[in-house]
């Protein structure tokens, strides 16, 4: 069923645009009455990343919930994983992130994580939007049973230990430089600090938001500056995580960019040698290169692919029992440890690794050769152009064009209004166009 307001990652769009003051007012309202189950004083917890308009969100949000008669944890900046551990630590009713993830500044969001820590699902979204439109007067609390809202202090360092627990016990990272990349985002103090706990040499950038720079120029939407530092620094490693930290890419001490396919076959192949993983089998999205699927096979795990988004990647896995999941991108989902994807936790895993080997990450994160994959973004203003009969014929004279020896996928953005053209296959130059050519028709159907 189509959704109003919930993405493939909650709600998201321009700050005070899209996600405005009453818009999240509203959210809080409509989420904690659909959340309040039972007699017991409901509350929430709510991070958030380090824009602006956060301040503006967290205020609305916190109007919304107490309004209601729901008490407030307020978390300040905090990774959003850390955010979904703290809700079922803390016994929450409910969890909020306030974040656009990878976006720019001027985007925000609101994700929603249910008791149990994990994403909500669309039967609790579709009830959230349907009273999201909903006069909802009659329904706010009696003025003795409006919620209380307080800041919480020590969460950081609660989330500190949780990472530092997910790896080998007594395992040190004495030795190793490790440049980290925090966005200038949620993640800025908790996964320095992490490291440096754990013995690592730890040169930090991407660590003084202002507001205004996460995501710019910097975190694993923009790894260059890190590689640039790694080479300067002579690092071992580079951790480079976007602004909320729920995704993650690793740069080698040769400033080569490791994508998210890398690091699953990283630490998929680390635990079945472990015997970690729960079956002989772990799952992606439909953007995962081909040549991460045949590396896979080649070792006796198979690629389970769902459609985009690590919420459908989390929903395989909770329904057929896989502990290893996620995206190119770098959401890795590792459900031993975590219920949503966590950039910093998967890091750490593939730290372990390289101190297990003692191999150059360069060695450790290339797993295979993957192959040629091109992704070109057309966009569009309304409507769903993909879905056009002259967009469709071009598709479909692109995959004959491949003939067996690739694929071509072509899907709407769930966060922004684009659309994704992705084809890939031995031959490079014919995959690039393949691409132009869908490429070319849609932008004539979008104009």
């Not at 909903?134 to 230990?161: C, F, M, N, P």
């Amino acid at each position: 069923m189509a959704r109003k307001y919930f993405g493939t990652d909650g709600i998201r769009g321009r700050a005070n645009g899209v996600i405005t003051p009453d818009l999240a007012l509203r959210v809080g309202q409509a989420t904690g009455l659909v959340f309040q189950r039972g007699d017991h004083r409901h509350r929430v917890v709510i991070g958030k990343d380090t824009r602006l308009s956060g301040y503006m969100i967290e205020t609305a949000l916190v109007a919304g919930f107490t309004s209601v008669g729901m008490d407030v944890m307020l978390l300040g900046p905090m990774p959003t994983p850390a955010v979904a551990m703290l809700t079922r630590s803390m016994r929450a009713d409910l969890g909020v992130m306030i974040s656009a993830s990878h976006n720019l500044y001027d985007d925000n969001g609101i994700k929603l994580f249910a008791p149990d820590g994990f994403k909500l699902t669309d039967e609790d979204q579709a009830q959230i939007e349907e009273l999201i439109d909903t006069d909802l007067s009659k329904r706010l609390a009696a003025s003795a049973d409006l919620g209380r809202a307080k800041r919480i202090d020590g969460v950081h360092d609660r989330y500190i230990e949780f990472a530092k627990r997910t790896l080998p016990k007594n395992l040190s990272l004495d030795g190793l430089r490790v440049v980290v990349d925090c966005a200038n985002g949620a993640a800025y103090s908790v996964a320095p600090a992490a490291l440096w706990e754990l013995g690592a040499e730890v040169f930090s950038v991407g660590v003084e938001p202002d507001g205004f720079n996460i995501n710019k120029d910097c975190g694993s939407t923009s790894p260059a500056a890190l590689s640039a530092k790694v080479r300067e620094m002579r690092a071992d490693i580079g951790i480079a995580l976007d602004g909320d930290a729920d995704r993650v890419v690793i740069v080698d001490e040769l400033g080569h960019v490791v994508d998210g396919d890398q690091i699953l076959a990283v630490i998929a192949e680390s635990w079945q040698e472990d015997g970690r993983l729960s079956k002989p089998g772990i799952v992606a999205t439909v953007m995962s290169n081909y040549g991460f699927e045949r590396y896979l096979n080649s070792i006796g795990i198979e690629l389970i692919r769902t459609q985009v988004g690590d919420r459908y990647v989390l929903e395989q896995m909770r329904e057929h029992g896989y502990n290893i999941g996620g995206e190119p991108s770098g959401h890795i989902i590792l459900s031993d440890h975590t219920t949503t994807g966590d950039g910093f936790v998967a890091a750490l895993q593939v730290l372990a690794v390289v101190k297990k080997r003692g191999r150059p990450v360069s060695e450790i994160c290339h797993r295979y050769d993957p192959l040629p994959q091109i992704m070109k973004n057309v966009r569009y203003r309304n409507g769903k152009p993909h879905e056009d009969s002259k967009v469709i014929k071009a598709i479909s004279a692109g995959e004959q064009r491949l003939n067996g020896h690739g694929r071509v996928l072509v899907r709407a953005s769930g966060t922004e209004p684009v659309i994704r053209v992705m084809a890939e296959g031995d031959d490079k130059v014919l995959v690039e166009d393949v691409v132009d050519g869908i490429v070319d028709v849609l932008n004539e159907v979008a104009a």
